[in-house]
């Protein structure tokens, strides 16, 4: 899955196309770790779909966010 991302503002945007429940998923994870984040899916019959992290450090939170989201799939697979 490729990754477009800019930041602007203190804030890092991932355009996440089609991915929604990934981004919904990373969302919930960040705000898990305690970062800022929203999810934006754009207009319902179009293909866009926007993760947004707040921090001061926006690419580092996405990684605590991302490993989080991990650990809850490797729960959820040790429990098949």
């Keep these: 899955m490729e990754l477009e991302s800019f ?6 945007a991932l355009d996440v196309a089609q991915h929604h429940t990934v981004a919904n998923l990373v969302r919930k994870a ?3 770790v305690g970062v800022e984040a929203a999810y ?4 319902p019959l179009g293909d866009e779909s926007t ?4 921090s001061d450090t926006p ?3 996405l990684q605590k966010g991302i ?3 991990k650990e809850w799939m490797d ?3 040790g429990q098949l």
């Design 30 to 32: 960040l705000w898990e």
């Design 40 to 43: 934006d899916k754009g207009h």
């Design 59 to 61: 690419k580092e939170d």
């Design 67 to 69: 490993e989080k989201a």
């Design 51 to 54: 993760l947004i992290v707040e």
């Design 7 to 12: 930041e602007k503002d203190g804030r890092l």
């Design 75 to 77: 729960e959820l697979e």
